[in-house]
Antibody, heavy 119, light 112 residues
Framework: QLQLQESGPRLVKPSETLSLTCTVSGGSISSSSYYWGWIRQPPGKGLEWIGSIYYSGSTYYNPSLKSRVTVSVESSKNQFSLKLSSVTAADTAVYYC???????????WGRGTLVTVSS | QSALTQPASVSGSPGQSITISCTGTSSDVGGYNYVSWYQQHPGKAPKLMIYEVSNRPSGVSNRFSGSKSGNTASLTISGLQAEDEADYYCSSYTSSSTLDAIFGGGTKLTVL
């Protein structure tokens, strides 16, 4: 049973970089059938796609965040990561990692982790 | 990258059927059969309910069905149950900008 788990600091100061890692267990991140993505949800608001990565390293980013986002994959550790720079209070959200299928749907999700941006 | 348009809320009584709409453009919903729907209970991660417009993942009740007409996709829940009360989000592939997925704003379903 494949599972995803987010990890990283829960509190980040304004202007700093938010860093999260998603660990994939029960299956390989290097499968050619899947992409891996990050989605966030500000408190009380809807879902926002942040970015996706293929195991080969090809990346896709939300244009509204593209200048601040980096998604990378570390196949040897079965992990992929998110970095979001120059954060503000508006970046406070629950961050989810998820597995994305080739026809653009997310079939498996992590539990999510709340990241708060505050001094 | 504009979000897909969903009604903020819908409601229905147990046993009834409800439909949630999701309106996009020819660059997303209308142009491709890559619409998916997610159910989210409070404090929980979203759960995939429908993919590729009308396909149900294994384990999802056949009370949930999806369809599409033009630029609008729909999720129908028949035989409403109390456990269906949740937020529902649609998503679609988009050919604009970065060639990936966009979400709707979400619909709160209340079972009366």
């Amino acid at each position: 049973q494949l599972q995803l788990q987010e990890s990283g600091p829960r509190l980040v100061k304004p202007s700093e970089t938010l860093s999260l890692t998603c660990t994939v267990s029960g299956g390989s991140i290097s499968s050619s059938s899947y992409y891996w993505g990050w989605i966030r949800q500000p408190p009380g608001k809807g879902l926002e796609w942040i970015g996706s990565i293929y195991y080969s390293g090809s990346t896709y980013y939300n244009p509204s965040l593209k200048s601040r986002v980096t998604v990378s994959v570390e196949s040897s550790k079965n992990q992929f990561s998110l970095k979001l720079s120059s954060v503000t209070a508006a970046d406070t959200a629950v961050y989810y990692c998820a597995r994305r299928r080739g026809t653009w749907y997310f079939d498996l999700w992590g539990r999510g982790t709340l990241v708060t941006v505050s001094s | 990258q504009s979000a897909l348009t969903q009604p903020a809320s819908v409601s229905g009584s147990p046993g009834q059927s409800i439909t949630i709409s999701c309106t996009g453009t020819s660059s997303d919903v209308g142009g491709y059969n890559y619409v998916s729907w997610y159910q989210q209970h409070p404090g929980k991660a979203p759960k995939l309910m429908i993919y590729e417009v009308s396909n149900r993942p294994s384990g999802v009740s056949n009370r949930f069905s999806g369809s599409k007409s033009g630029n609008t996709a729909s999720l129908t829940i028949s035989g409403l149950q109390a456990e269906d009360e949740a937020d529902y989000y649609c998503s679609s592939y988009t050919s604009s900008s970065t060639l990936d997925a966009i979400f709707g704003g979400g619909t709160k379903l209340t079972v009366l």
